[in-house]
Every structure is written in structure tokens, then in C-alpha cells.
């Protein structure tokens, strides 16, 4: 007779890092956001954006045509730049 016996925490912990792994491939597979990407990725209306922070020097944007491209990983790391420096109430 065989015993087998799985150590669940183990396996659950391997799950888990390689879901990340996946993930993590996946979100960084998107190169550009356009505006409604970004307005999605940010849950911010077109307006608000173009009110709080599009016009930021700092804030990394291309004109193609008619459509503004924003680099993704870029913009993701002047959002968080930018949340943080929003004053608290």
C-alpha cells in the first residue's frame, strides 16, 4: 500500500508566486496606453485627468496624429509620484 501525503501550504505558496510571475507578464505585455486606457487604468474621468495632471511637464506623453500615446510603465510611475504628492484633508 502507498501513502501519500501533500504538504497543501507548499503547493498553495508555488501557486501564488507563480500566478504573480504571470500576472506581473501580462501587465507589462501593454507598451502604450491611449487616453481611454488610461482614464480606465486610473478609474479617472477624461476630464479630471486633463485637470489634475496631463498638463504636468512631468507627465510622459506623445502626440501621434490625432491620439495621445502615454508609455505605461512610465505613467504608471509619475501617478504614483503624483498621488503622493497630493496634499491630504
Given amino acids: 500500500m502507498i501513502d501519500i501525503q501533500v504538504d497543501h501550504r507548499s503547493?498553495?505558496?508555488?501557486?501564488?508566486?507563480?500566478?504573480?510571475?504571470?500576472?506581473?507578464?501580462?501587465?507589462?505585455?501593454?507598451?502604450?496606453w491611449d487616453m481611454h486606457e488610461l482614464c480606465r487604468q486610473t478609474c479617472m474621468s477624461e476630464p479630471f485627468v486633463k485637470e489634475q495632471f496631463f498638463f504636468d511637464p512631468r507627465f510622459p506623453k506623445f502626440r501621434v496624429g490625432r491620439k495621445w500615446l502615454f508609455p505605461a510603465k512610465q505613467a504608471e510611475?509619475?501617478?504614483?509620484?503624483?498621488?503622493?504628492?497630493?496634499?491630504?484633508?
Fill in 11 to 32: 503547493i498553495e505558496k508555488q501557486f501564488q508566486e507563480e500566478l504573480k510571475k504571470h500576472l506581473d507578464e501580462i501587465q507589462n505585455r501593454t507598451v502604450f
Fill in 77 to 89: 510611475e509619475f501617478l504614483i509620484q503624483w498621488l503622493i504628492e497630493q496634499p491630504t484633508y
